[in-house]
């Protein structure tokens, strides 16, 4: 009998395998103010979080409230920010969709109304605003793909700071340990035709090979379901010659 295969343990989502909350600072997202609300916001500090990549601006508003975003490229400390629907369609600017004009580049997007910001987060990311329209905005994301948004939905004119940070190396596996650690992933990985049997499937053997069909179906129980999990095609393409 073999033992429980890793996969099958973090898919139980035990603590050991949950991303960490500590040294966290507050939710990164926009306060909650109405449309018809204009206010004027201060940048005070930009701080770094754990587990996350882009800088956050931290932003003091005129009625007292304070809100944690991304920054975007630019930002500095002292910065003027405008948020409603009044706003002017500046860099840093958070502003609902419908009053952002065409080939706009803008970050942080709000999937509906309200949720302060849930799309293109990411350090040197952005989107493009594409397309008005009565059923809503077109926005083009960073994979090409096209994605229609209610007009209330609030963006902030920009790009997400920190761009360029995957090209620095880790440099020491110890780095690269925690920046996982942090995140919740799973770091090392090890492959499993260098498992033992009772480790891995594909484990074992004189030689390193699987030693039996790397696709398996869809209903394959558990401690089986490694590999090509149900694939549509594998392997290479196999030009037909007439």
């Known amino acids: 009998m073999g ?13 050991q395998f949950r991303a960490t909350i500590t040294h966290k600072i ?16 201060e940048v005070v500090d930009i701080v770094h979080e ?15 409230k304070y809100a944690y975003i991304p920054a975007t490229e630019g930002i500095y400390v002292g910065a003027r920010i405008e948020i409603g629907a009044n706003a002017s369609v500046n860099s840093m600017s958070i502003i609902n969709l419908s009053n952002i004009p065409d ?6 997007i709000e999937r509906n109304f309200g949720d302060g910001g849930k799309l293109i ?15 809503g905005v077109t926005i083009k994301m960073p994979s090409k793909k096209f994605l229609t948004l209610h007009p ?11 761009g360029g940070k995957g090209e620095k190396p880790f440099l020491k596996a110890g780095n690269k340990f925690h920046a996982m650690k942090v995140k919740g992933k799973k770091y090392p990985t090890v492959r499993g035709v260098a498992m ?25 129980p558990p401690g089986r379901k490694v590999g090509n999990i149900a694939p549509r095609k594998t392997g290479r393409s196999r030009v037909r010659r007439t």
């Not at 754990?50 to 007292?64: C, H, T, V």
Request: aromatic share 6%.
């Open 196 to 220: 033992a049997a009772v480790f891995h499937p594909h484990g074992g053997g004189r030689h390193q090979h699987p030693g039996k069909q790397t696709s398996v179906g869809r209903t394959t």
């Open 26 to 41: 507050a939710p990164a997202k926009y306060p909650s103010y109405t449309l018809e609300e204009y206010h004027v916001g």
């Open 50 to 64: 754990s587990g996350r990549d882009a800088p956050l601006a931290k932003i003091r508003f005129d009625d007292g």
């Open 3 to 15: 033992k429980r295969i890793l996969v099958q343990r973090r898919g139980r989502g035990g603590k």
């Open 121 to 135: 987060k990411a350090a040197g990311s952005s989107a493009l605003v594409f397309a008005h329209a009565a059923n």
């Open 103 to 108: 080939g706009t580049i803008i970050c942080n």
């Open 152 to 162: 209330k939905c609030r963006a902030v004119v920009g790009t997400v700071a920190g």
